[in-house]
Each structure stands twice: as structure tokens, then as C-alpha cells.
């Protein structure tokens, strides 16, 4: 097997899941920026997804027909579960992202009312 392989398999797992994988880092991001580090919530959904790429790119390596047709004519299909796993773990961060300014709402409502 040569490195190109690999480098071919793994850009074409980037570029179907970026947009995905930018929205969450996103949500991350704005997480950490209100001090929760980890939303626990969203962690199995995420560890699934990313089990489920990494099972992806050892059949894209093992597989017996061309590659570049085998990508072009299945990644697409293949990732819908890895897009599913990201939206729930972005799903999970945002309802905390949400509990939290909601929090923070209604102490700056009552501090106001006092």
C-alpha cells in the first residue's frame, strides 16, 4: 500500500464531513468560550461517528476494485451516519449552549429586578 492511498482515503473522509466538522468545532469553540470544556451529552454519538470513519477507511483500503471509482461512487452514501453522529453531538452542545444563556438570563433579570 502506498501513502497516497491513505492521503486519497482520508481527504475524500475530510471533505465529505467539513461542513459538519466546522459547525462543531464551532459549537466547541463558543463551549469552551462559556467554560464548559465537555459536553458529555454529546460524546457517545461523536465516539460512534468517529469509530464508524475509522471502520470506513480500513474497507476503503481493503477494498479489491479501484479505488478512485469505489470513493466517487460510495462516500457519499457511506458518510450519511457519520453527518447523523456529528448533527447529535452538535444537537447536545447547542441544548447545553442554550441551558446555559438561559441561566445566565434569568440571574441578569432577577440582579435587575433587585
Known amino acids: 500500500m502506498s501513502d497516497g492511498l491513505y492521503q486519497l482515503i482520508v481527504v475524500n473522509l475530510f471533505k465529505q464531513a467539513a461542513g459538519s ?3 462543531l468545532g464551532s459549537l466547541y ?3 469552551i468560550a462559556q467554560k464548559k470544556w465537555i459536553v458529555k451529552e454529546s460524546l457517545p454519538a461523536l465516539c ?3 469509530i464508524y470513519t475509522i471502520a470506513l477507511f480500513i ?3 481493503s477494498t479489491p476494485y479501484d479505488l478512485l471509482w469505489h470513493l466517487n461512487t460510495s462516500i457519499e452514501r457511506t458518510m450519511l451516519p457519520v453527518y447523523g453522529g456529528i448533527m447529535v453531538g452538535c444537537y447536545y452542545i447547542l441544548k447545553q449552549l442554550e441551558s446555559n444563556f438561559m441561566i445566565m ?3 441578569r433579570r432577577k440582579s435587575l429586578e433587585t
Open 29 to 31: 469553540i463558543v463551549s
Open 48 to 50: 460512534v461517528a468517529f
Open 21 to 23: 466538522l466546522l459547525l
Open 59 to 61: 474497507v476503503y483500503l
Open 105 to 107: 438570563l434569568n440571574k
